[in-house]
C-alpha cells in the first residue's frame, strides 16, 4: 500500500516503495537476518513498533496519540513541528520525558482550509511553499519544486525547534513520503539523520526486494541501492499501514489478521489516531478512519492479540539503545 499521495514517475515510486517499504508483494520477503536478531532480540522474534502518526496537527491527535502512549499498546509516536498543536505535544513531553517521540520531518501542508508554513525564516526556503506562503500540498507539488538546499535548511530547522522546546527526538519520519520522492531528498534525509545521530525510519533493502522490486517493473537505480546500504543506524524490516474499512469491525478483523501474518523481523506499524470533534471533521474528510484508529488500539480484543500471538512491543529508543550497546 502507498501512503495516501505519490509521485507519478516510476523510479520515484520504487524510490519510495524500496525506503519505506511500502510496495506490496503477494508474499512475504525471507530476510536471512532481521534487524530484530542483529539487535539482540531472539531469533525467530516478530517486533513491533506500534507508532503513532501526527501528533501536533491539532488537539485532536495530541489527545488521542498521548492517551494511548500512556495506556499502551502504543509504543513510539511522531509529532509534526510546522504544525499548529507543536507546541502542546512539546509541553507533554516535558511531564513524561520517558515516552519515544520522534519527528515527523513535514514538507506538506495537505487540508484546504487548515493550513502551516515552514519553520525555517521567511525567504529562507522559498521553494517549499506555495504562492500563499504555506508548505506544498501534496508531495507531487514538492517533488517538481523543491531544492535539496531549502529541504536541509527546513529539516534542520524543524530539529532546531523541536530541541529548543525540549523534545530530543528519538527518530525520524517522513510526513506523506515526500523526502523519499527523489534520490537527493533521500539523500538529505539519511545524511542528517546520520549527523544528528537519530535513526531515520527507512526498511532495509535486501538483494530479494531488488530482484522483486525490478520483477515488478520498478528498477531501482545503483546509487540509492548504495545510499541505503551505506546508512548504518538500525532499519525496520518492514513497515505497515492501518487502512481504510468501510466498517470499525473490518478495519479491526483486517488489523488482526495483519498480526497473525507478521514476519520476523521489526516492523513498525503506523496509524493516525485521534479524538472525535466537530472541528476534527470540519479538518479532514478522513476523520472517521482516525477515530476508529484510536478505538483499534484502545480495543481489549487487540491487546490480547499482541500478547497471546508472542508479539514483542518495543520503541525507537529501545532499538537505538540496542544498537550502541546498552540494551
Known sequence: ??????????????????????????????????????????????????HANELGMSYETNAAGTELLKSGPVSSASAMVPAPWFGDVAEWVKANPNVDIGLELTLNSEFPTYRWQPVAPDGLVPSLADPAGFLWRTPIQTMVNATPDDVERE???????????????????THLGTLVTRPDLIEVYLRIARQEWIPAMIVELTPEQVARFEQNNFPLPDDIIQLLA?????????LRFVGDAESYEAKKQAFLKALRELQPGITQIAFQPAVESDALKQITPDWQQRVWDAQLLA????????????IIITNWR???QRFEGNP
Not at 523510479?11 to 539487535?39: I, K, Y
Not at 529539516?155 to 519520519?173: D, M, N, V
Open 1 to 50: 500500500m502507498l501512503p495516501r499521495f505519490s509521485p507519478r514517475p516510476a523510479v520515484a515510486a520504487a524510490v519510495l516503495a524500496a525506503v519505506c517499504g511500502a510496495l506490496a508483494f503477494d508474499a512475504p520477503l525471507a530476510n536471512a537476518e532481521t534487524w530484530a536478531e542483529r539487535l539482540g532480540f531472539p531469533a525467530g522474534s516478530r517486533v513491533v513498533v506500534l
Open 299 to 310: 480495543d481489549p480484543e487487540v491487546k490480547q492479540a499482541l500478547e497471546s500471538q508472542g
Open 155 to 173: 529539516l534542520r530547522a524543524q530539529i532546531q525547534r523541536a530541541k529548543e522546546a525540549g523534545l530530543q527526538p528519538s527518530h525520524l519520519t
Open 318 to 320: 529501545e532499538l537505538m
Open 230 to 238: 551505506d546508512y548504518p543506524l538500525p532499519k525496520a524490516d518492514d
